[in-house]
């Protein structure tokens, strides 16, 4: 992708850009902001004894293109009811367009009754986004593209893919035998767009046994990585635990160096100090969710975050504009 | 209320009544099931690290009229979020009706905008009950009442009125010259009907001047309480800042005892502590919330909670067999 | 509100403002045509022998920004359905956007069951302006400010204050020792924003007692009123009972002289008569509802209405443009 | 139509009927409520002075299957409001099922925009009862069967046809040369199906020209009347003009006799009187509307009302019981 | 209609006009972009071995004013799929504004229920086409009008007649003894609007006796033909067997010559060639639905279709811009 | 799975079972009615010659809990609209509850947008069947679980998996060296789940490299085939090119036998034959798609078919009765 500069456009299809974030993201929405040369709309979250929020906008948005940036990261359910208030704020003021920008969208793994008797809560998610008064949503690699389909209203669905494909092209253009892992069956076709891009051979770890030997219950790794440099790719890491095992597994079979990238550092306490623990050479993620300093502390300079606010705001702008996103990755 | 023997009813219309509770209300939770002579359904509530709840049910509700009983209380938007998952979970089992108890229901202090650009959150709140499948909903003593007209689905706001009205005529009935005192004109209108009940004269503390005199500023308190037993109603208490005020002033008028009757212990943190020390006599309010051992060790016997149990069970069942919950109110 | 001069705006956003009105409210809407400097839009309205009405538009509004003014007073359910076939009508001639302006919103104390086995007619009306196709609604003071939450459409309720302040504050600077009084406890704290805005003390009636005596059933007066001007505020007026039955406690009090101020002129049959027959020296309405010559004639000079016609256009003009409402009221 | 005794019927499915009527149809709703051997169920309705209805239920409806019986004939909006009212409150204290029962709707002839620029009010009315909260709804004799597509739940659309047809064939047994005459080319189809049960021919009253002829401009007689027993059909008779119009032309052509059948008595003020006098041996009618008595004087016993009241008694039954409707009529 | 030139319109309301036809309109659709002067959008239309059909747009379509133009003509339902692929594809692409522009609207004739347990499917059409997201629809001469109160949506029903006027004056100027004659009593108040613009007389064809004779079963000609220059008006023409009869039994009645029109070409497999030998001087038709190549060529020259695009174009233009369609015709 | 006899079961809460098929499952729906001892209802499908389908149920549903049973196969789109029609007729006769058994639901690939630009036409589907009047839906083995997000009324998406995995135990115990072969990376895990209940190893194919050596973009096997039983699992077969293009491989690698398990038998015009001459021992697919008698023929007794007609019929009995469904699978 390459962003192109925005200077000579003019027309506005739906009254101007008012970005608003709540506080899960308010360093990506500065930068967003920035990218855009807009100020952050203020307004006030407050916080009741009685642990309920309280919203209050500084300036009328009637008839304006509004933007509501927020990671439903967590406290996940304090962020969610945010924005939704947000939301809902914005359209009881007569907003135009409200669009949900959630870098990371809560819930994306209770995509399906894959058992009886448990829920869908991604789709109550995207209803309750819905009913609060959205008109658009931008979201980033959701757990399953399927997720799509839980809105009725359209969205941007982007990929990080865009924003981590150049740095990690840089990293491999210094390795000798670069090799992609899949730590997961499910993850399995994305490490494998993203090996093809990078035109490296593909590996993963599979948990169940590809022959009936007894034994053959522990992970296996398929494909080749002795002596090779691995760059294992995830979607979110929450605890680690399963990117600290496929990095064991991985130094077990002879390695040569270990890149772990993953899009959404989830990070739940505890993760960081265990993560920078590991045998790992470099750690390569984005901002869909800030990272503490605590925890940006534990890595020190082993971690690169890859912003994706240009990206971010770039789509902003070409939605506002009534402009095609998709051209902007050629596609 | 004389809540009535219900041995001999035979017709089940909506299925047999199963019973489920987040994990904000389970001993009030507990008390209905105990009044209805049912067990409450198991479910597994847990709690993922990336802070995603997610809910199974260990028996099949296909066909059943299905209670959701959970207070909204602190933790504010956990406590909503499980109860809109476990409604989905119900819905999506295809249970034949849902009913949302919320002894508590939160944010309907949000309930008009006042001010431009501020939400209506309790609005939100009853779409978003709505959006997750609730056929009916019941609760207690909303802020206003007018938030039933939020909801599209039938409801039953019931009263703590009718559980601790005759606790407060026994209380009554020992003083020599009682008194109701309002801490709030909003509220003056439910005192008056406690009052009226309760045969005994009506006061209130007002915010506002009644007199131009340049000092009146501060709060007057409105008809008299001098040497008299006061009954301070209030909603829900939260900080317990306004009650603190209030007694504060009576006192300062030579009360001669104070009784302090709430409906919802909000009890943000640090309250209960407070308001134990107040010079009040006694606390009564009722298990809309569920209070915690530690604040309830603060307050000693000088609190006394009053259970909604039997009167939400009453509902339930006759809701379930379709009959008159108003009856049970003489209404 | 200084209602500012609008010569210069140039941005149109949806479409031109075209203006229709029912057969409830034609001068207020000529009024506000005036003040747009547009043309009310002909239709024809015709009742037919079965007392179905039939509407035609002269003109197309395809793309158009429509407003259609309509008081929902007396004929209340003529001038409801005029206005929903209206609403209707522009919406299958394919208006850009409507808005459904009603200065008295019928039904609105009808808000809440506060008792078993009555309807909240005003979340009907709300739903049938909304099936109509309204996208947005306009009105003035209604009786609980908790009935926006009854519209999933947003609106602005707006508020007669802004144009009766300061015929008040005319009539307070010439007297010596004025007092507001509020007829009944629900109107209170409205009642009591007045007051602080003329920084005059507040008075109200209540209908029960404040003391135990047995005696006190009768209306009580709270607050000093004896050789003051008072200023009885009050919403709506009907049949003036209440009103009457306040100026004669006020006047037994040794009011020195009373003006009665009131939002809606309802005014049913014979209520205008015997209003004028009180011992008032002053009233003061305003034009949310036409009121009759011959009910006009029964006040002559008594009675000042203070129209809301610049108001109402000025908020139709912002909203047109998609500028602040609220800070045409400095909020 | 045989209607079929109903002693045994033994399941009941939606609970049981209650049947509520407003004030438009106390008759018919008291024969239907007979015919059903129950009671009509007690409820205020109460007209405020400032025109605003307010209805109470006396009794719960919780889980029940409630029919509101209303034709919503003049005056038509506060009777069509009262109806959505009642189904509101039926539906707000819980009951299980409601259906509209409207003998005559209202707004039938607005059912299509043949110009641009005008309403579809039926649709609107049928948006209105469904936002209201019926369920089903029942009716008679639509002015076109299209109208059912306006409505999104299901509904019985009844016809007069199976009540008028016996005494119509009893008239025509005693004739010697009947002719069966529509008063209008949309009405042709209809009166074809009566003249074909009643196996005797069909004239109509056209009012364009079949010939080119500049004198052809009055209304044209297609078929043969001279010294025959003429009966014409008409759906509604509001001001009885175009009735009248025929009953000339008929009787200019020489006819025997004439008896005028129609459906919906709707009888607008003044027309009963000139329908009197007209040169008609006997009327016929339904009371899906109910015709006052100075109404009935004037006719006299040239009118015969043959009632719906079974019928529709029969249809709520088989609606309760889950029991074909059609099959009432072999179909 | 005269259609204006347009050159100088500037303000475009809704984006750009964007064009897309499915596979059954292609050349009409060429027609349209022809003379809006825009080219029609690539779009591919795939057709996988499962019979699924897939779509994508060669570019985007953000915030722009997009038609789908596609005849629901056989194959009916691919046709209908297609189109509702489209629309919803337009949507998930973030349009501003689709419309459906259907030229024949399929199942139009299944519009009520005229007997019991049959299907309104031309409700559940409506339906389809909102659900996918067509936010207007455009179509030509329904069954029955009434089917408008059918959508929720806005829509412009068009009428053939403004096209086939013309060249039916033309024919009628070169006729001595012209007629119009109706098939069918359901059309014939349409023949009436035709022969009315046209100032000629009417005939038509009823189904059913006018006399009780026994043989009276056949179909009855009324009106006057013989010797005159018939011109039989249809809506559409699927297998022409109604058709076919008619002009037998105008034949058999002493026809001079036999012009037929029909609005929608339907033309079931065979009929054509049926069609092409009856006795018939001259077909008029128009191009809502393609006429395949095959069944002009067994027309030859008798056939004259007339084309509606330059209509559709214009009343495009118009609903992008805003203006009046009504105007287009004087109404 | 065991399915129990039902013989005892009593309470039938939603009405009796009806149940209805299109054209394209009638032997399906046969076996499912023997095995709940019912008839199939009859019911009219007609197709007119413009290619209209209607529909006439031939007895009432009021009250009655209604399954239509069709499989919207080739020809896809008229199979769906015929369901759908019969879902609206069932709807509009009243039926109380109403399943769409839909045992192979169509465009379930395209379920997100993967590409900009793209419909997501199971959600279309979803929402068809729901605004057509569904309560429920049944279908089996969806392409992505993640579709049941896209209804939002409940469904059961049943498994293949439960008829088929008895018959592949059997088969397995025949085998000396059994593989399970999943010949795509998308059906890798459903394939793992089969693997791991019949205990043997798994094996797959993966179209793209494993190392990035520029030859290897030819198909790569992964796991050991080489003189074992091989177990071919695929979800749906088309074409057979993909299954055609596996069993290649897996002969060239030196299988010993070969066993392909398909779940839904599309089969596209000219498969059944291709796929019969492969060098394919056996074929084993189910019911959810009718076979034709011509391509069975091709087959011999090479093809088995297992019938989830049983399956179905016990589940919708458990639907009807309230009984839990997940249960059946001890889940």
Redesign the interface.
Known sequence: MSVSPHSHVKTV???KVRLYTGTSSPELASQIASYLNVNLCDRDIVT?????????????????DCYVIQSTS?????N??EM??LI??L????A?RITAVVPYL??T????????????????VA??I???GAD?YMTFDLH???????FSI?GD?LYAYHVLIDPMKELVSKMEKPVMVSPD??F??KA?NYA?SL?????FIEK?????APTAKALTL???VTDRDCIVLDE?I??GNTIGTAVKLIKEHGAKSITVVFIHP?L?PG?AEMLASLPVDNFITTDTIPISKEDLAFFGDKLKVISIAHLLGEVIL??N???????LFN?
Do not use: W
């Open positions: 299809m739906y009254g009741f004894p009685n642990d309920n929020i309280f919203v209050k906008l500084h300036k009328s948005v009637r008839g304006q967590i406290p996940v359910h304090r969610l009811m939704l208030i809902q704020t359209r009881l003021d007569s135009a809560c819930y793994r209770s995509d399906k009754k894959d058992q009886p008797r448990v829920p869908i809560t991604a789709r109550l209803d309750m819905e009913v609060a658009r399953a593209d399927q997720i799509q389909g839980f359209p669905v069956l499910g399995a076709k494998r093809s035109d490296i051979p593909l590996a169940r046994r590809l022959t009936n398929i494909g080749d979110e929450s605890t989830v739940s993760s070409r939605a504009q009534g402009r095609s996103v998709g051209q596609e």
